[in-house]
């Protein structure tokens, strides 16, 4: 395998000798389509869709959704770019520092891995003082504020009764939360 000179490995595209991994603005509710018709132009595409339980008043179904709102993935060369902007329902690359973010491909295959053992996965990005909500567990349903952030546990302080619990809670088992009735 080929590596560049940051140690990201480049393979061999349709397109030229070095594809990488980019990031794609989206129109909203696009990100299927946009994969498709990128498919459709040879590219190498990838919309991570999470699998959840959708509840109808006649049936609960399994449907799968994007998990990145209005963002899909693209294996391109340079003189690929110029093809994924043309496509329909692309709005332009994500940019980083002036240039298109590059995605490693091992963030590619962790997030394939994840969304393979996982359903209901929920892509947020939790912050020191945002309330949140428990989805599971023994504090479920109840609302927080989270105080720290370590690798995969925040530290949440949970006001219930007139007193502070304060409890290290895995963050795959907690979402936002709307903003408090001040």
């Excluded at 940019?95 to 590059?102: D, E, L, Q, R, V």
Aim: contains cysteine.
């Amino acid at each position: 395998m080929n590596c560049d000179s940051s140690g990201e490995a480049m393979s061999i595209g349709k397109l030229g000798l070095n594809t990488k991994w980019y990031a794609i603005y989206t129109r909203p509710r696009w990100e299927k389509k946009v994969d498709l018709l990128l498919k459709e132009q040879g590219l190498e595409s990838y919309c991570p869709l999470n699998k959840v339980r959708r509840k109808w008043s006649d049936r609960i179904k399994m449907v799968e959704e994007p998990l990145f709102k209005s963002y899909v993935f693209v294996r391109t060369d340079d003189k690929g770019k110029a093809i994924v902007r043309l496509t329909g329902g692309v709005i332009n690359f994500v940019y980083w520092n002036g240039k298109p973010a590059i995605v490693k491909d091992k963030e590619i295959i962790s997030i394939r891995r994840f969304l393979d053992e996982y359903e209901n996965v929920q892509a947020i990005d939790l912050k020191p003082h945002q309330r949140i909500i428990v989805t599971s567990g023994p504090f479920m349903d109840l609302e927080g504020k989270v105080l720290e952030l370590r690798n995969k546990v925040a530290r949440v302080a949970i006001d219930s009764l007139g007193f502070v619990l304060v409890a290290n809670i895995d963050k795959s088992k907690l979402s936002s939360a709307p903003p408090a009735a001040e």
